[in-house]
Nanobody, 125 residues
Framework: HVQLQASGGGLVQAGESLRLSCVASERSNYGMGWFRQAPGMEREFVAAISWNGGVTYYADSVRGRFTISRDNAKNSAYLQMNSLKPEDTGIYYC????????????????????WGRGTLVTVSS
């Protein structure tokens, strides 16, 4: 099955930006999503993009600040995070799913079959 590797996390100050990357081990028709887990909290949905890149969806908490994108030629998905806040701190996971349709997206964990290990994002105030 596909393996996912997330990278790009780090320590930044509030208001700064980071770009996360997720590389898949194989090329296929996967819908991609980003989730995050803050210390002591449940993992939550952040953003999703359809396999064809035509549809995106965001959690209310990040809409307007984060942008999800993908490059299928590079088997990669990205999460551009701007205007970061301390509450954005957490481990960010990328996930992949085999969608029923090219434009299909999902915002629930149980709809994703494959998960990467995560990359830590820390935003200081």
């Amino acid at each position: 099955h596909v393996q996912l590797q997330a990278s790009g996390g780090g320590l930044v100050q509030a208001g700064e930006s980071l770009r996360l990357s997720c590389v898949a081990s194989e090329r296929s028709n996967y819908g991609m999503g980003w989730f995050r887990q803050a210390p002591g909290m449940e993992r939550e949905f952040v953003a999703a993009i359809s396999w064809n890149g035509g549809v995106t969806y965001y959690a209310d908490s990040v809409r307007g600040r984060f942008t999800i994108s993908r490059d299928n030629a590079k088997n990669s998905a990205y999460l551009q995070m701007n205007s970061l806040k301390p509450e954005d701190t957490g481990i960010y996971y990328c996930a992949a799913r085999r969608p029923a349709r090219p434009e299909s997206i999902a915002n629930m964990e149980n709809m994703y079959e494959y998960w990467g290990r995560g990359t830590l994002v820390t935003v200081s105030s």
